[in-house]
């Protein structure tokens, strides 16, 4: 597969190289010629491609092929702005068939052809993409105040606010396009049922994604997805949301502050989140934003807000939850076809949220926990299990003060700025190191004494 440097995007998808052998011999000639094929089988995203090299200057063509620009008489030696497709060597007709150009786009080729004294080119030819074929496009610009369903084949394009206060029931395969003001809230009434599967997953991103269905904002290469191309899903209100298979992509534009992909506020807690994800999600300014799944004290009880089998990957931090959540392990922090790619800063951020006799189970080692205060504690359970780590960040505002901690002697209670225990959390490089007193420390409520250990690290007391 070839990548082009003119943002044609060009993959070689076969090899139709035939050879027409001439029926009279060529005459005897020093001069290497190429001529160059008109363009044939042009669709929105192909086209073959080639020439005809009728004399060989007396020496082996080694090399033949086109090189294609979105200026006039391409060459070979302008990798900047034009590229070359090989299509084989020695005399004879030449063509191939290539695939992934853009929509909509004048493309200028020629042939050319090498040997050992030279390099030669065909006449400059024009052709032209035809429109994307892309998909359906559906503008939504009215609330949901009725059960709705949106179907599958379709692009949904979303450029304001959409409130839901009904059923939207949203089928495999559908693809919803937000713009920069575009989001969806859902209030008291509403619910949402996104069932994908995971051959035909539902599709949250931005309208400059032309990875699905197609260039549906019509600039052609114009434009491409960034972080933060759109607002967020805020769930505010309803029960029983479902969200399986879904991917949130490109989300993030500032919304009072808050950079996410999903955001989950008072009445919104009950939910299933089931093999989806979230990625490329806009990076944030400080240690209350840039969350892809914002959720603090609202996600606490994981009977109600059922999170299960979700990954993230390259976004500033992946989540924020109740420090009363267990979230499960099955959730992943790293692109499964690509981990090296991770979260800027790769952790679960926990709001201190003591809760009511509530047993919490903490066992996530793919990722640290960094608490987000100090957690007091006096009724219930924590149990950190084995090779867990958990930070805080500096100052004496951050510790525990629990009643019954079970401390895995594996386990690690550390500064945020503490890189060797979970890696480099606060997504500084080596700019700070650990040092004793950076957090306040772990007292415990019932025996009222500071609790200390060799997996206790850098704290104040």
């Given at each position: 597969m070839k990548k082009l440097n003119v943002l044609l995007a060009i993959s070689l998808i076969g090899f139709a190289f035939s050879c027409t052998p001439n029926e009279e011999p060529l005459p005897v000639s020093n001069v290497l010629t190429v001529t160059?094929?008109?363009p044939t089988g042009i669709t929105d995203v192909q086209v073959t491609l080639g020439g005809d090299v009728t004399n060989d200057g007396g020496s082996v063509v080694t090399d033949r092929g086109v090189c294609i620009s979105l200026t006039v008489n391409p060459t070979v030696d302008d990798p900047t702005n034009d590229d070359v497709l090989q299509i084989g060597t020695g005399n004879g007709v030449f063509s191939d068939t290539f695939t992934g150009f853009p929509a909509s786009t004048t493309i200028h080729v020629r042939a050319y052809a090498k040997n050992s004294t030279e390099t030669v080119y065909g006449e400059d030819k024009v052709f032209t993409t035809l429109a994307s074929a892309g998909c359906p496009i559906i503008n939504v610009t009215g609330n949901i105040t009725s059960p709705t369903t949106w179907t599958t084949g379709n692009v949904y394009v979303i450029a304001g606010t959409i409130t839901v206060t009904s059923v939207l029931t949203i089928e495999p395969g559908v693809i919803i396009k937000l713009s920069s003001a575009g989001n969806i809230d859902v209030n008291n009434g509403g619910k949402?049922?996104?069932?994908?599967?995971?051959?035909?997953?539902?599709?949250?991103?931005?309208?400059?994604?032309?990875?699905?269905?197609?260039?549906?904002?019509?600039d052609g290469t114009a434009t491409t997805p960034q972080k933060g191309d759109w607002l967020n899903l805020y769930l505010n209100g309803g029960t029983g949301h479902i969200f399986n298979y879904c991917d949130f992509l490109y989300a993030g534009t500032n919304d009072g502050g808050y950079r996410a992909a999903v955001i989950v506020s008072v009445a919104g807690s009950s939910f299933t989140f089931d093999n989806c994800s979230f990625a490329h999600t806009a990076n944030g300014t400080n240690f209350t934003?840039?969350?892809?799944?914002?959720?603090?004290?609202?996600?606490?009880?994981?009977?109600?807000?059922?999170?299960?089998?979700?990954?993230?990957?390259?976004?500033?931090y992946p989540i924020y939850l109740s420090a009363t959540y267990s979230i499960n392990p099955n959730n992943s922090y790293s692109n499964p076809a690509n981990p090296s790619q991770k979260n800027a800063r790769n952790c679960i951020w926990m709001y201190p949220d003591a809760g009511n006799n509530i047993a919490v189970t903490i066992d996530e080692t793919e990722v640290p926990y960094v608490m987000d205060g100090y957690l007091q504690k006096s009724t219930g359970s924590i149990t950190i299990g084995a090779g867990v780590v958990m930070k805080f960040p500096t100052g004496n505002t951050y510790g525990?003060?629990?009643?019954?901690?079970?401390?895995?002697?594996?386990a690690f209670l550390t500064s945020i700025k503490d890189d060797a225990h979970g890696g480099d959390t606060n997504g500084d490089g080596s700019a700070t190191a650990p040092a004793n007193n950076d957090w306040y420390g772990y007292w415990n409520w019932t025996n009222s004494v500071w609790i200390h250990g060799a997996n206790i690290l850098y704290a104040a007391n």
């Open positions: 160059t094929t008109t949402i049922l996104a069932n994908g599967t995971s051959t035909n997953r539902v599709v949250f991103t931005s309208i400059a994604d032309d990875t699905y269905c197609g260039d549906t904002n019509g934003s840039g969350f892809a799944f914002y959720a603090g004290s609202y996600m606490s009880n994981p009977s109600i807000s059922i999170f299960t089998n979700n990954v993230f990957y390259d976004n500033y525990l003060n629990v009643g019954s901690l079970s401390l895995n002697p594996s």
